[in-house]
Structure formats: structure tokens, C-alpha cells
T-cell receptor, first 113, second 114 residues
Framework: AQSVTQLDSHVSVSEGTPVLLRCNYS??????LFWYVQHPNKGLQLLLK??????LVKGINGFEAEFKKSETSFHLTKPSAHMSDAAEYFC???????????FGTGTSLTVIP | KAGVTQTPRYLIKTRGQQVTLSCSPI?????VSWYQQTPGQGLQFLFE???????NKGNFPGRFSGRQFSNSRSEMNVSTLELGDSALYLC?????????????FGQGTRLTVV
């Protein structure tokens, strides 16, 4: 079975400081992993994806994530938070059996000016 | 290239009624998935269609159904609406229905059942 655990429901950072959003996954197969962002009253936008190529994945808006198989983690980071980063972030796992997306419960990021 | 379009954006329905939501995927995408998003349950998978065939279904009652047309547009129907069906319904399209292809989401339809 596949599942995703986002370890923090809320994260608060000051503008200009690093962002770390934590995600652990459980999968019986080699997973594909994604991070999506959702701004209020908007749909989900893809930030980045891991599909068994490079373990360090760079995404849009300065975000990146590292796939660590030994730790079953896929944490999202950004060196310097911007006010526009305030949103809900979802970690997602997908595998080749079924192909559906399994979403984490989301992490709400607040950026303090 | 146009994104995923969902219509309508907002709906208010009465308990017991039925509702149909529409999703137009990105041109060339053959896979359409539907998700229900609520504050309590988060994002839950409803079903996925690929080339007019339902490929996968989540754990929802039979009141929730869908279909896909030959042009890849998809509709989702909920019959006998309940208060608990109030949610944001998101549609996502993918080029192919395989695990490593990213999904592109529409802005959703906000359904309120009163």
C-alpha cells in the first residue's frame, strides 16, 4: 500500500529564511514523488517531481527536494522564503500499479514579514 | 496552451438533488482524474478515466459516477446529494495514465449542499 505523511501541518518562517517542509512516504514499489502548491481558492500547481533519475530535484520558484530511499523521505526546501510562498503544500506519491496519486494531508506555510 | 478548465466554478444545490460537473483537459491529454477536497478529509481520489474507460476508482459510494467522452472531456455526477458532499472538486489531466507523469489541475468546482 502507498501512503504519504507530511510531518508538519503548519510551518511558519520569516521572510528571507530557509524553508523546510517534511514528507515521508510508504510504498511497496518504486515510487514517483511530487510536490504541489495550492494558493487560496486556486487549483494545485506542480512544484517538482522525482521519477528515479537524479535524487536531488530542482523545481520552480527556487524550491528543491531530495529523495532519500533509506529514510523514505522527500523533503521540500527553499533557501530563502518569499511572501508569495505562503500557501498549502502537498506531497504526493504514485506507483505503477493503479497510477493514482496519494496525497499527504498538506502543510500550511506562513511567511512572516 | 490552455490549462484544465472546470465548469462551473461554484454551485449551490439542495440535499437530494443531483449535480454534474465538467472538466476539459489540456489538449492532447487523455487521462482525467477527479478528486474531492475537504478540510476534514483532505484530497481524496474519486476516479480516473483514460481513453473513455474508467481505469481506477477510489473509495466513494456509487452516488459518485463519471464518464469521459471521445474528446477527453470528462463529467462527474453526484446523485442524491448529501450535506457531506460539500467540497472543492478538482479535476486533473495527464498525458498518459502512468505513475511518473505529472498531473495538471483545474481551479476546481466549489459545491455547496444546503
Amino acid at each position: 500500500a502507498q501512503s504519504v505523511t507530511q510531518l508538519d501541518s503548519h510551518v511558519s518562517v520569516s521572510e528571507g529564511t530557509p524553508v523546510l517542509l517534511r514528507c515521508n512516504y510508504s510504498s511497496s514499489y518504486s515510487p514517483s514523488l511530487f510536490w504541489y502548491v495550492q494558493h487560496p481558492n486556486k487549483g494545485l500547481q506542480l512544484l517538482l517531481k522525482y521519477t528515479s533519475a537524479a535524487t536531488l530535484v530542482k523545481g520552480i520558484n527556487g524550491f528543491e527536494a531530495e529523495f532519500k530511499k533509506s529514510e523514505t523521505s522527500f523533503h521540500l526546501t527553499k533557501p530563502s522564503a518569499h511572501m508569495s510562498d505562503a500557501a498549502e503544500y502537498f506531497c504526493v506519491v504514485s506507483v505503477n500499479t493503479g497510477n493514482q496519486f496519494y496525497f499527504g494531508t498538506g502543510t500550511s506555510l506562513t511567511v512572516i514579514p | 496552451k490552455a490549462g484544465v478548465t472546470q465548469t462551473p466554478r461554484y454551485l449551490i444545490k439542495t440535499r437530494g438533488q443531483q449535480v454534474t460537473l465538467s472538466c476539459s483537459p489540456i489538449s492532447g491529454h487523455r487521462s482525467v482524474s477527479w478528486y474531492q477536497q475537504t478540510p476534514g478529509q483532505g484530497l481524496q481520489f474519486l476516479f480516473e478515466y483514460f481513453s473513455e474507460t474508467q481505469r481506477n476508482k477510489g473509495n466513494f459510494p456509487g452516488r459518485f459516477s463519471g464518464r469521459q467522452f471521445s474528446n477527453s472531456r470528462s463529467e462527474m455526477n453526484v446523485s442524491t446529494l448529501e450535506l457531506g458532499d460539500s467540497a472543492l472538486y478538482l479535476c486533473a489531466s495527464r498525458v498518459e495514465a502512468i505513475a511518473n507523469t505529472e498531473a495538471f489541475f483545474g481551479q476546481g468546482t466549489r459545491l455547496t449542499v444546503v
